[in-house]
């Protein structure tokens, strides 16, 4: 999975669980997985880098009911222009 498929499957997820207002088990340990594998990417810029570290933080807590930070993260995700590795 290249780095543009991570991140169109992290804000896939994001988007349901905001719509669910509900994360299962496996979704928060796919999200941290994502998100932890994405920032091992060396060109992020600090603004995506500091996304993915509270998405990493969001999946400790697992409140899917705040819904305005989410909208920030897949926003932040939507304008990345940051160049990614091709496979």
């Not at 999200?31 to 594998?37: K, T």
């Amino acid at each position: 999975m290249n780095y543009q498929d991570q991140l169109t499957l992290l804000t896939d997820i994001l988007k349901n669980q905001q719509a669910q207002q509900y994360g299962t088990e496996d979704e928060f340990n796919q999200i941290q997985r994502l998100a932890q594998s994405l920032q091992g990417q060396e060109q992020l810029n600090e603004t995506m880098q500091q996304t993915l570290t509270n998405i990493t933080n969001y999946c400790s807590t697992r409140d899917c009911n705040n819904s305005q930070q989410i909208d920030q993260w897949i926003q932040s995700i939507n304008e990345s222009t940051i160049p990614y590795p091709h496979e």
